[in-house]
């Protein structure tokens, strides 16, 4: 049982290019997030999911889109990447929203 | 404003030292109140979810506890292995609020 899976673990991007972040479940868990994490910021929730076809934004969605055409894929696309954007993501699910999230082990992601 | 504080940001101890480790917050609707183990490098692992007022949940040298306004973590006789950053998080309706956490040392 794989859980959460990122990919890739480690990027570095330039000023202005684009990139997608993956994440999958196996876990059949209709609610996904993305969270981004900065030092001594805690984390901060970009978009969430509560099933297929349905996304929605978070605390801090500017700079970034997300889609949800399956139950286990929940990729998170990153367009004109900014140093603003710098930071450890994490891809986390759940099977509610008052159950404990799964997180997957983070992309850390560098704009230079 | 919904808010979620954690204190100490820090806590070192020494092997079998007890403490706790404190999360407050301010949040209107709450529908759980959740801790996560987060090792350095590492996505936050799961370690609790509280929903009323005087609920406790153990786990080893591990113990939640909640009030209206708080919650501890309690961690008795800890080890080395102990040592790792512990969030808390709130839930209110869609959302989840996420403090900043305490980053604990556990010294041999």
């Known amino acids: 049982n794989a859980g959460v899976t990122q990919t890739p673990k480690f990027r570095i991007l330039k000023i202005g290019q684009s990139m997608t972040l993956q994440c999958a479940q196996d876990m059949n868990h209709n609610y996904m997030y993305w969270y981004r994490q900065d030092p001594g910021m805690g984390l901060k929730l970009i978009y969430y999911s509560v099933g297929a076809g349905i996304t929605d934004k978070g605390e801090v969605p500017n700079g970034y889109n997300v889609s949800r055409s399956t139950t286990e894929d929940f990729p998170l696309r990153l367009e004109l990447a900014a140093p603003s954007q710098t930071s450890v993501y994490f891809c986390?699910?759940?099977?509610?929203?008052?159950?404990?999230?799964?997180f997957g082990s983070g992309t850390r992601l560098t704009v230079v | 404003e919904d808010q979620v504080t954690q204190s100490p940001e820090a806590l070192r101890l020494q092997e079998g030292e007890s403490s706790s480790l404190n999360c407050s917050y301010t949040v209107s609707g709450l529908r759980g109140l959740f801790w996560y183990r987060q090792d350095p490098g590492k996505g936050p692992e799961f370690l609790f979810t509280l929903y009323s007022a005087g609920e406790e949940k153990e786990k080893e040298r591990l113990k939640a506890t909640l009030t209206k306004k708080e919650s501890f973590l309690h961690i008795t006789a800890p080890k080395p292995e102990d040592s790792a950053t512990y969030l808390c998080a709130v839930g209110t309706g869609n959302q989840f609020y996420f403090g900043t956490g305490t980053s604990l040392t556990v010294i041999p």
């Open positions: 986390a699910s759940s099977f509610s929203e008052v159950y404990g999230y799964t």
